[in-house]
Nanobody, 130 residues
Framework: QVQLVESGGGSVQAGGSLSLSCVYTENRACMGWFRQAPGKEREAVAVRTTNSGRTYYPDSTKGRFLAHQNRAKKTLYLQMDDLKPEDTALYFC??????????????????????????WGQGTQVTVSS
C-alpha cells in the first residue's frame, strides 16, 4: 500500500496561484491529483503516467494547472495558476494502476477513472475567493 501526504493548500484570491506537493512511499504507474467540492463528486484535475510523464488534464484545468513529478524524491507536484472560485475543493493525491483511457482520439495510459486509483492521501484544502 502506498502512503501519500499532501501539503501546500491554502486560501487565495481569484487569479492567484498555489502549489501543492504530495510525498509518497512508492512510485506507481499512475500518479494523480483529484479534487472534491462539497456536494460534488470527486474528479481528476491532473493525472500523470510515471514512466512517460504524459499527463491528462480535463478541460476545466487544461492550460492553468501543471503536474510534475520527481521520481527519485517520490514527490508529485501541482502548480495551479489563474485560480477560480470554482477550483475551491479538497485536493487529493492518489496512486493507481495503468489503464486504457481515450480522450477523443488521444490515448492515455493513465486516465481520470477514479476506481483505478487504490491509494489516497488525506487531502489539502484549496479555497479561492472572488
Amino acid at each position: 500500500q502506498v502512503q501519500l501526504v499532501e501539503s501546500g493548500g491554502g486560501s487565495v484570491q481569484a487569479g492567484g496561484s498555489l502549489s501543492l506537493s504530495c510525498v509518497y512511499t512508492e512510485n506507481r504507474a499512475c500518479m494523480g491529483w483529484f479534487r472534491q467540492a462539497p456536494g460534488k463528486e470527486r474528479e481528476a484535475v491532473a493525472v500523470r503516467t510515471t514512466n512517460s510523464g504524459r499527463t491528462y488534464y480535463p478541460d476545466s484545468t487544461k492550460g492553468r494547472f501543471l503536474a510534475h513529478q520527481n521520481r527519485a524524491k517520490k514527490t508529485l507536484y501541482l502548480q495551479m495558476d489563474d485560480l477560480k472560485p470554482e477550483d475551491t475543493a479538497l485536493y487529493f493525491c492518489a496512486a493507481g494502476r495503468s489503464h486504457t483511457y481515450y480522450s477523443g482520439s488521444d490515448y492515455y495510459q493513465c486516465g481520470p477513472r477514479i476506481t483505478e486509483y487504490t491509494d489516497w492521501g488525506q487531502g489539502t484544502q484549496v479555497t479561492v475567493s472572488s
